[in-house]
């Protein structure tokens, strides 16, 4: 398709998706890419020289990574003119190179625009939410035992609360659903109707079986010993109770569980290993202490949208903090790779923030491509700069003897440690 503003490099390649959802991935791939508000400015292009510098020494000229500028957030204002916050053509193209990778988008809080990364997954159904967190030798961390600290989260990305349905105190909308709500739904525990503004929260057994099923699929690949549902479905019992209880049937329905002691945990065997992996359930606010007492428990984490969105900040937490965790949105078919952390703005184009967050979501961009070679060396090269304590303002403020790097100079510092 011809783009108005979008620039497709000449000499990059496409990568296919097939009917099966299979990568077929050339040499020269094409790779958009979103720089990201505030911080974004900083961290994407350390991230770009990062990838590059592992790819070039993974594989030397015979491949590369082609970089394609899209634009969202007030990039997109300037480029594209006021109030174009999400181009069309920024959808189309990630739809058509469909790898990419994104910086962090701002969000006004109370008014103003809806979130243009929750925009982004929702419509280009993004519904898995996937972040890893894992613990890198020599981080500072508030833990004893960091490295116990080893969870792969999916998080609901399409719907619950997130989906955006909700009214004003005040406005007519809401005065109408209330007045719906107490006549003709016999609701009569809104404590003060006139003053509340009003949220919906819609949870199904499509996204929660599509979101599962991608969960205990990781856990079967990646030899994990157990998928654990976490939920608040004691309050909340059709949303999240009935995410749990869908979440469980799948589990039986199409990988063959068996109830543990009458369940509801269950028992299923990993068909590539033989080992067994315990499908189990923990409500969200006691899972949120048991992963600081006792992170050992838990390994493949299945949840919703906001339950998902609270956990990832407080496992990276534990980890380094959350300039240090990466995620990836995943459709069937098209994967957007983003830092998990806001657009810090105190910091923006001061070349002071860590951006291992957006490298490490690079290094999960690779791996998805099947550039492992590469992806190991971004590893390699963290994980040496943070033994060598050559490390940004975040953890240097936290270990004793560390050497204060700027963000580029980290990433420097990366490169020379692969
Ligand atoms: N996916 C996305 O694009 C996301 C976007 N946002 C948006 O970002 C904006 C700002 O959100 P806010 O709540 O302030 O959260 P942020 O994640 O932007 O920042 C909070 C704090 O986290 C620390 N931090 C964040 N990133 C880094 C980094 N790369 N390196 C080191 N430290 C880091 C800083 O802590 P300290 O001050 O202690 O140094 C920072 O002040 C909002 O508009 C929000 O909606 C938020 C989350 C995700
Ligand atoms: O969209 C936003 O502004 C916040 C998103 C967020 O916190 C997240 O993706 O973890
Ligand atoms: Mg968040």
């Not at 909340?236 to 002691?261: C, N, R, S, V």
């Not at 990433?411 to 692969?418: P, R, S, Y």
Request: charged residues 20%; aromatic residues 8%.
């Amino acid at each position: 398709m011809a783009y108005q503003h979008i620039q497709i490099p000449a000499h990059g390649e496409t990568i296919q998706v097939d009917a099966d959802y299979r990568l077929h991935v050339p040499n020269h791939p094409i790779i958009p890419f979103i720089e990201g508000d505030g911080i974004g400015i900083d961290i994407t292009p350390v991230m770009r020289r990062v990838l590059d510098a592992a790819v070039e020494r993974a594989y030397g000229n015979e491949r590369s990574l082609v970089w394609m500028e899209v634009y969202a957030g007030e990039k997109a204002t300037r480029v594209y003119g006021a109030n174009e916050w999400l181009p069309a053509e920024t959808l189309a193209a990630v739809r058509e190179f469909p790898v990419s990778i994104k910086g962090p988008l701002t969000t006004p809080v109370g008014g103003g625009i809806r979130s243009l990364n929750v925009t982004l997954r929702q419509e280009l159904d993004l519904y898995v939410c996937l972040r890893p967190v894992r613990y890198f030798a020599g981080t500072p961390s508030p833990l004893r035992e960091p490295q116990h600290t080893n969870m792969v989260i999916f998080r609901e990305n399409s719907e619950d609360i997130y989906a955006g349905i909700e009214w004003a105190a005040g406005s007519p909308e809401v005065r109408k659903l209330i007045d719906f709500l107490q006549n003709e739904m016999g609701v009569t525990k809104i404590r003060f109707p006139a003053t509340s503004g009003v949220g919906i929260k819609p949870v199904s057994a499509d996204g929660t079986k599509r979101l599962v099923r991608k969960a205990i699929q990781y856990a079967i690949d990646n030899h994990r010993h157990s998928v654990t549902l976490v939920h608040k479905g004691n309050i909340m019992k059709f949303t999240e109770g009935a995410f749990k209880q869908w979440g469980y049937e799948l589990a039986q329905d199409e990988f063959g569980a068996t109830l543990i002691d009458g369940g509801p945990w269950c028992r299923m065997t990993n068909p590539n290993t033989g080992t067994d992996i315990i499908i189990k359930d923990v409500i969200a606010d006691a899972f949120l202490q048991q992963i600081l007492l006792r992170p050992r428990e838990y390994d493949v984490i299945a949840t919703l949208n906001l339950n998902g969105d609270y956990i990832s900040d407080a496992l990276a937490a534990q980890v380094g903090g959350i300039g240090m965790a990466p995620g990836a949105n995943l459709s069937d078919s098209v994967a957007m790779f983003e830092a998990t952390h806001g657009t810090a703005p105190k910091y923006a184009g001061k070349d002071q923030v860590n951006p291992g967050s957006i490298i490490l979501s690079g290094e999960m961009l690779l791996r998805h491509l099947g550039w492992v070679e590469a992806a190991d060396l971004i590893i390699k090269g963290l994980a040496g700069a943070i033994q060598a304590k050559t490390v940004t303002y975040d953890l240097e403020r936290l270990l004793p003897g560390a050497t204060l790097l700027s963000c580029s100079a980290f990433g420097e510092a990366m490169i020379a440690q692969m």
